[in-house]
């Protein structure tokens, strides 16, 4: 039996977690995650999500986390190997997780004392997922994440809260689902666009007028409806630094559309018209863009075009929609 010892706090499993431990297995690998202690979530959640994410993945494991309840500066891999000894388990390895990965047989770990320094601010691929940087993980592990309200979740539930939660949701995995058909790169920051493109919507009009004064003064005639966008982009820099900058334009075209649009902007345009609980049925929609995403925009631009024609023309009057029809649909240009 091949006996692989894990080490990480697994904060959530990620990616290169996964593809790590795929790397090594074998029909005789028996993988045992010792999982480091975390202040950001259980180890309950955590192996839960390590379950969801090895479920049907045929990799046979178990949990090793006695000794990780607590934090610790240092890990003794020796006990680890003399703990697994006792019980019969001999010929460990160990696939360490932190700055890199690397695969250490249980001689070399006896051979520098068997110490593992443990660096709570060292770089750790989850880091990212927290601070929604990068979703680098399995759509069952940022379901998980979103469900029970995990690390970025409750940042964000502090502006965005009931129905409109649902509706932000439902645009992320809409937008997620697109990509992946499409098979656009990045998927996960189609999720990160959408869960946070109306995190402006809450503002009250003073916050929002004060917003608008301080970052955006060539844009203050602006119609009412547009201006959560902008709010939206000054509210997601502030609460996730590291978000990236194309989920940014994305939010700050979302409502208006924008000329010279990325891949992005325009899944992001169209998800949040067609998602499914906008109270309409909109599957037809989603397929369009589901089968080609340029062509499915160019619809759900057209649709919300004669919309915004039979309900209140002059939505489509500011600069941003104006530069939109111009560079797409230039018959709606009056
Ligand atoms: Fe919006
Ligand atoms: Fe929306």
Redesign the pocket.
């Known amino acids: 039996m091949n006996n692989i010892v894990l080490v990480s706090s697994f904060d959530p499993i990620n990616n290169e977690n996964i593809e790590d431990i795929n790397k090594c297995n074998s029909l005789d690998t028996m993988f045992y995650f010792y999982i480091l202690f975390s202040k950001y979530c259980s180890i309950k959640y955590r192996e839960e999500m390590i379950d969801l994410a090895l479920k049907n993945s045929g990799i046979k494991y178990q949990f090793f986390i006695s000794l990780s309840e607590m934090p610790v500066k240092s890990i003794d891999l020796s006990s680890i190997v003399s703990d697994l000894n006792k019980k019969g388990i001999n010929d460990v390895k160990f696939l360490i997780h932190d700055d890199k990965s690397y695969l250490v047989s249980q001689n070399k770990i006896l051979s520098t004392n068997g110490k593992l320094k443990v660096d709570e601010n060292g770089y750790d691929h989850s880091k990212g997922i927290r601070a929604l940087e990068n979703l680098y993980t399995s759509k069952v592990i940022i379901d998980f994440i979103v469900n029970n309200h995990l690390y970025f979740m409750p940042l964000i539930e502090n502006y965005i809260k009931g129905k409109r939660l649902v ?1 932000c949701i439902s ?1 992320a995995n809409t937008a997620y689902d697109i990509a992946i058909a499409n098979k656009l790169d990045r998927p996960d920051l189609y999720y990160i666009a959408g869960i946070l ?2 995190i402006g919507k809450q503002a009250s009009t003073d916050e929002s007028l004060d917003i608008m004064e301080k970052y955006y003064r060539n844009y203050i005639d602006m119609p009412e409806f547009s201006i959560h966008e902008f709010v939206g982009v000054i509210y997601a820099q502030k609460l996730f630094p590291s978000v990236n900058k194309e989920c940014i334009r994305a939010i700050l075209s ?1 409502a208006t559309g924008d000329e010279n649009m990325s891949p992005l902007q325009k899944v992001i345009y169209s998800a ?1 018209k067609i998602e499914p609980t906008r109270g309409y049925d909109s599957s037809a929609l989603i397929n369009v863009c589901k089968e080609d995403f340029n062509h499915g925009f160019l619809v759900v631009l057209d649709k919300n075009m004669e919309f915004i024609s039979q309900e209140n023309g002059s939505l489509s009057m500011n600069l941003f929609t104006r530069r939109c029809l111009k560079c797409y649909l230039n018959k709606w240009i009056k």
């Open positions: 509706h645009v493109h109306d979302h949040d």
